[in-house]
C-alpha cells in the first residue's frame, strides 16, 4: 500500500493518505463543476491530518452530509468528508493535492451530479 503526501496551495493543510490510487471520479455538480477537483475515494481511517483539525474550514451545501474541507487562508479544497453507501465514513481526496501524482495516467470517470 502507497502512502502519498497531501496539502493546499499554501501548505496550512496537509495530510497523509494511504492506499492504491485506481481511478479518479469527476463530478458534474454544482461545487464539483467549480472546484475542477479530480476525487479518489478512500476510507476515512486512511486519512491522516498532519494540520489540527481546529485550523481547517469547512462547507456544506444541500443536504448538509459531505463537509468540504478547505484552507481558510489559500481556499483550497483538498479532501471532502462523509459516509459512502455502505454506511462507513468515507474521504474523498482531490487528486490535484496529491504530490507526485501524475493525474493524466490515471483512468477518470464521469459522474452526473447535477442530475441527483
Not at 501548505?11 to 490510487?21: K, M, N, Q
Not at 463530478?27 to 476515512?44: D, E, Q, T
Not at 489559500?74 to 481526496?93: L, N, T, Y
Request: glycine share 10%; proline share 5%; net charge neutral.
Amino acid at each position: 500500500m502507497s502512502t502519498y503526501h497531501g496539502s493546499c496551495h499554501c501548505g496550512r493543510v496537509a495530510f497523509d493518505v494511504e492506499g492504491e490510487i485506481d481511478s479518479a471520479l469527476v463530478c458534474n455538480c454544482s461545487i464539483c463543476h467549480r472546484k475542477g477537483s479530480a476525487l479518489w475515494f478512500v476510507p476515512r481511517e486512511k486519512l491522516h491530518l498532519r494540520t489540527p483539525e481546529a485550523e481547517l474550514a469547512t462547507y456544506t451545501f444541500n443536504k448538509h452530509v459531505i463537509r468540504h474541507r478547505f484552507c481558510p487562508t489559500c481556499g483550497i479544497h483538498p479532501f471532502g468528508e462523509g459516509v459512502g453507501p455502505d454506511g462507513k465514513a468515507m474521504a474523498a481526496i482531490n487528486l490535484r493535492c496529491l504530490d507526485g501524482v501524475e493525474l493524466d495516467a490515471i483512468p477518470v470517470q464521469r459522474f452526473d451530479g447535477r442530475a441527483l
